[in-house]
């Protein structure tokens, strides 16, 4: 599905990337973690497509195709989904509408008819039972006036609707309380399918309490260091992130452990 192979990025001149190798399947819940300034986001914003980043060498490719070629509408069409740390609003823009334009959007791209106004509410319906959003939320402007959790829900609810095959969720936990937590994970859990994939970016292990990855990478200046089981989660809450640093000053080759 997905293969990062070397990839190397900045942001104003300033190397975050250096070197980073990753391949996603279908199916499968990558968990990457790593302190602050790892390079995490950075990831996130380059396989989004967002302009501020340059990709400075190194190659990305989606289900066989060169994604660092795709523009951001594209990639989003072809199933690419970003769940942003911090959501931003959008004043006057309703959800309803919003929504209605990105399904009718990816249809339109899958050579499908757009839904009916009514077919359109049924399965905003459905989605919001499935992720336990209020409708509240759903009626009134895109995150207008939502608290950072409800930002958060939103952003699950709008994975729902599109069903991506891949979603990005880049520290989605940032900032919720362990309600919130659990009704994001939750969520997250349900609309997972055997096709579609999964990568969690986050700084903590409660996360990976609700959403369970097969894999838990971690990002360190700029390169996966270590990938394992979920164990290597359970390993970071314990140890925190010292003892991996100095694991990767020992060595300059990237260094892994194959997942049991």
């Known amino acids: 599905m997905l293969i990062v192979d070397n990839l190397k990025a900045s942001i104003d001149g300033k190397q975050i990337l250096k070197g980073m190798t990753l391949t996603v399947n279908p199916g499968e819940i990558h968990a990457i973690m790593g ?12 396989l989004a497509g967002r302009e501020f980043v ?4 190194g190659t ?16 989003a069409k072809e199933g690419l989904f970003l769940g942003f740390q911090y959501p931003i609003e959008i004043p006057g823009v309703s959800m309803v509408n919003f929504m209605k334009t990105a399904v009718n959007e990816q249809r339109k791209h ?9 077919d359109f509410l049924k399965l905003m319906r459905e989605k919001k039972e499935l992720v336990e959003i209020d409708s509240k939320l759903t009626n009134r402007s895109v995150n207008e006036g939502f608290s950072g959790g409800e930002k958060k829900k939103n952003e699950i609810f709008q994975m729902a609707m599109l069903e991506p095959k891949l979603a990005i969720l880049d520290e989605t936990d940032s900032g919720l309380d362990i309600d919130a937590l659990r009704v994001v994970a939750n969520g997250v859990n349900k609309i997972k399918r055997p096709d579609s994939s999964v990568v969690v970016i986050t700084h903590y292990q409660r996360l990976l309490d ?14 996966i260091v270590k990938t394992a089981g979920r164990e ?3 390993e970071l809450e314990q140890k925190g992130y010292d003892w991996i640093r100095k694991e990767a000053e020992k060595s300059d080759e990237t260094w892994t452990v194959k997942p049991k």
């Open 35 to 46: 302190p602050n300034g790892s390079g995490k986001s950075t990831l996130a914003s380059v």
């Open 54 to 57: 340059t990709v400075n060498e």
């Open 60 to 75: 990305v490719t989606y289900f066989g195709e060169n994604l660092l070629e795709m523009e951001p509408e594209e990639r």
């Open 110 to 118: 899958r050579g499908l008819e757009p839904l009916s106004a009514s």
């Open 210 to 223: 609700f959403i369970v990855p097969d894999v838990v990478h971690v990002l360190y200046d700029g390169r």
């Open 232 to 234: 290597l989660a359970l």
